[in-house]
T-cell receptor
Framework: SAVISQKPSRDICQRGTSLTIQCQVD?????MFWYRQQPGQSLTLIAT?????????ESGFVIDKFPISRPNLTFSTLTVSNMSPEDSSIYLC?????????????FGPGTRLTVL | AQKVTQAQTEISVVEKEDVTLDCVYE???????LFWYKQPPSGELVFLIR??????QNEISGRYSWNFQKSTSSFNFTITASQVVDSAVYFC????????????FGPGTRLSVLP
């Protein structure tokens, strides 16, 4: 399985500030994904990040609020901009790993964000 | 659009009991993939199983087993002889394509295994 790391693992931020979350993987992948998990809720896809092109955002998520970078095939960042308490969530990056002819979705350990 | 339903919000069992977590899905595609993930209190998502729509064979892995029935659009997960370490939130998920696109999670079932 793929090894995915995220930084920071958790943070407490003030309203109105921004936080950039980093995701590093141990193999080259074309597509990476960013998810949000609000407290007590399931996971929701924020956007798909392809290397060399603009991220594709899901309904309800916009680039101004969640800018994404994908500078190479092993790294991506998600910024949560102008934060409010409603942004308090776990943010997870994800990728599809192709092993023995099957595709499986793996997730990073998550970044637990609390906005005061 | 695809949808995943996990009707059981919370389940509590006593250690060594068997427990089945239900998952019902909706999709218009004939090719799709179903997943189960475990999220323990630490928060990370642990991949448990992936099943494609053309493979209805049930699978057993240790104390875990999965029952895939296309006729009822269900992909249920059974834990045999449950243990306290099985306490977690379990998510069923559906993907209508490869590469993580159109990947939808169910709401999750919180399983508590009591000693």
């Amino acid at each position: 399985s793929a090894v995915i790391s995220q930084k920071p693992s958790r943070d407490i931020c003030q309203r109105g500030t921004s936080l950039t979350i980093q995701c590093q993987v141990d193999s080259q992948v074309t597509m990476m994904f960013w998810y949000r998990q609000q407290p007590g809720q399931s996971l929701t896809l924020i956007a798909t990040a392809n290397q060399g092109s603009e991220a594709t955002y899901e309904s309800g998520f916009v680039i101004d609020k969640f800018p994404i970078s994908r500078p190479n095939l092993t790294f991506s960042t998600l910024t949560v901009s102008n934060m409010s308490p409603e942004d308090s969530s776990i943010y997870l990056c994800s990728l599809t790993s192709h092993t023995t002819g099957t595709d499986t979705q793996y997730f990073g350990p998550g970044t637990r964000l609390t906005v005061l | 659009a695809q949808k995943v339903t996990q009707a059981q919000t919370e389940i509590s069992v006593v250690e060594k009991e068997d427990v089945t977590l239900d998952c019902v899905y909706e999709t218009r595609d004939t090719t799709y993939y179903l997943f189960w993930y475990k999220q323990p209190p630490s928060g990370e998502l642990v991949f448990l199983i992936r099943r494609n729509s053309f493979d209805e064979q049930n699978e057993i892995s240790g104390r875990y087993s999965w029952n895939f029935q296309k006729s009822t659009s269900s992909f249920n997960f059974t834990i045999t002889a449950s243990q306290v370490v099985d306490s977690a939130v379990y998510f069923c998920a559906l993907s209508e394509g490869n590469y993580g696109q159109n990947f939808v999670f169910g709401p999750g079932t919180r399983l508590s295994v009591l000693p």
